[in-house]
């Protein structure tokens, strides 16, 4: 669950950056799903210290592994996301393409391809 200070811009960033599908919405709090993956959004808390959206800081990094990691990341920062390059990595299963963005609440994102899963 990715806590963010307006669920309904979230939902909207997600749908048209990401291709997210939403599964649920119930003002506040909504499903959402990525190629099959689900997660969720839930808008701050106000006074709830635990429910504070990152704003830019954050140690906690979302995986998503798609067939086109390099569209994601370019359709992600034309929405507005900071990102960085998906590139090459040598692994021992072979070469791994991986980059990644910072969403516009704070959440860092890692794409690659789904070669670790194969």
Same mark, same amino acid.
């Given at each position: 669950?990715l806590?963010?200070?307006?669920?309904?811009?979230?939902? /909207?960033?997600?749908?048209?950056?990401?291709?997210?599908?939403?599964?649920?919405?119930?003002?506040?709090?909504?499903?959402?799903?990525?190629?099959?993956?689900? @997660? @969720?959004?839930?808008?701050?808390?106000?006074?709830?210290?635990?429910?504070?959206?990152?704003?830019?800081? #954050?140690?906690?990094?979302?995986?998503? @592994?798609?067939?086109?990691?390099?569209?994601?990341? /370019?359709? /992600?920062?034309?929405a507005?996301?900071?990102?960085?390059?998906?590139?090459?990595?040598?692994?021992?299963?072979?070469?791994?393409?991986?980059?990644? @963005? #910072?969403?516009?609440?704070?959440?860092?994102?890692?794409?690659?391809?789904?070669?670790?899963?194969?």
């Open positions: 669950m806590i963010v200070p307006d669920a309904d811009a979230a939902v /909207a960033w997600y749908r048209a950056a990401l291709g997210a599908t939403e599964l649920w919405n119930l003002g506040g709090v909504a499903g959402l799903e990525i190629g099959g993956a689900p @997660f @969720f959004v839930h808008q701050v808390t106000p006074g709830n210290a635990a429910e504070s959206s990152p704003d830019g800081v #954050t140690s906690v990094r979302v995986e998503l @592994f798609a067939d086109d990691p390099d569209g994601i990341v /370019a359709r /992600a920062v034309a507005g996301a900071t990102g960085s390059a998906v590139v090459d990595h040598e692994m021992p299963w072979g070469t791994h393409r991986q980059g990644g @963005f #910072t969403d516009p609440f704070g959440h860092r994102w890692s794409v690659g391809d789904r070669s670790p899963l194969g």
